[in-house]
C-alpha cells in the first residue's frame, strides 16, 4: 500500500484568546467568523489561571476562547482583537498536527484564502 503526504504550507492553528471578564467574548467571535479570520470557536467562561509574582500567588480569572484558522492569519488576528479590545491581549497559537476531511475542509473553506 502507498502512502502520500501531502504537504500544506498553510498549515491549521487553534488559537487560544485569553479575554478579560469585562470584554465580549460572543461578540468577537462574531466579528472574526463575519471577517473570515476563523472558521470556528469555543468559549469557556471562568478560567482561571494561577500566577506567581515573586513569593506572591494570585488568581486571574479570563473567559478563554479556542478558534481554528490558518496559521498565516495570526498575525491579523492578533491586530483585529487587540484593536476591538483595546488594549494588548493574551494570544497564542498551537498546531493542529492532524485532521479529518471534513474538519480541513472547514477551516480551509470558511476563512480568507491565501
Known amino acids: ?5 501531502k504537504h ?30 476563523i472558521a470556528s470557536a469555543s468559549i469557556d467562561e471562568d478560567n482561571i489561571s494561577y500566577k506567581s509574582d515573586n513569593d506572591n500567588y494570585f488568581e486571574e480569572v479570563y473567559t478563554v476562547i479556542t478558534s481554528q484558522s490558518k496559521s498565516l492569519l495570526f498575525s491579523e488576528i492578533v491586530k483585529v482583537v487587540e484593536a476591538k479590545i483595546g488594549e494588548e491581549t493574551p494570544i497564542i497559537s498551537t498546531p493542529i498536527v492532524a485532521a479529518n476531511k471534513i474538519f480541513d475542509d472547514n477551516v480551509r473553506t470558511k476563512t480568507i484564502p491565501i
Not at 500500500?1 to 503526504?5: A, G, K, N, S, Y
Not at 500544506?8 to 470584554?23: A, F, G
Open 8 to 37: 500544506k504550507i498553510n498549515s491549521m492553528v487553534n488559537i487560544i484568546i485569553y479575554l478579560k471578564k469585562e470584554h465580549s467574548a460572543k461578540e468577537l467571535v462574531k466579528y472574526l467568523l463575519k471577517e473570515k479570520l
Open 1 to 5: 500500500m502507498q502512502f502520500l503526504v
